[in-house]
């Protein structure tokens, strides 16, 4: 399977807040990258002598672009929010992102904001419980789908 093949992922209800959260995240740093990418190639047109061809930088500014449009059509899926798990449909490489960053950033918020006081309460377990759900889902998540891209060599 190619990574701009599109797949089904079953979002959780419990991890929907969470991946919808990292499907923005995903969106605007896309965004800026590609902005930044854009901004650069207009300075180059309008600065020569200098190189617009550079067939590296426009397959990234086009690959760019190509990713930015799979995130925001998961995004259109997750706006309003569905009350219970959701099925979302998307480039596998793009969904295999933002299950990475749901991993990453409810890893980062797990032990530092859930078991940062002494002693550690009941609801602060369950809440770090929780958090730490979301983490595994989104790294299993990811490991899976970065298995349908034969060039990913997960």
Not at 80 to 93: D, H, I, M, T, W
Not at 114 to 138: N, V
Request: proline residues 5%; charged residues 25%.
């Amino acid at each position: 399977m190619a990574e701009y093949e599109e797949v089904t992922l079953t979002v959780p209800a419990d991890h929907l807040e969470a991946f919808r959260e990292a499907v923005v995240s995903e969106v605007q740093d896309n965004a800026d990258w590609v902005g930044s990418m854009g901004q650069e190639l207009g300075d180059r047109l309008h600065n020569p002598p200098s190189r617009l061809s550079e067939d590296q930088e426009l397959a990234d500014l086009r690959s760019s672009g190509r990713y930015l449009h799979s995130a925001l059509e998961l995004a259109e899926q997750l706006f309003p929010l569905p009350a219970s798990e959701a099925e979302v449909r998307g480039q596998v490489a793009c969904l295999a992102h933002v299950a990475e960053a749901v991993a990453r950033n409810a890893a980062g918020k797990s032990a530092a904001e859930k078991l940062s006081c002494s002693p550690i309460e009941a609801d602060a377990l369950r809440e770090f419980r929780a958090t730490a759900a979301t983490a595994d889902w989104g790294a299993q998540a990811a490991v899976a789908l970065h298995e349908q891209i034969p060039e990913s060599g997960v």
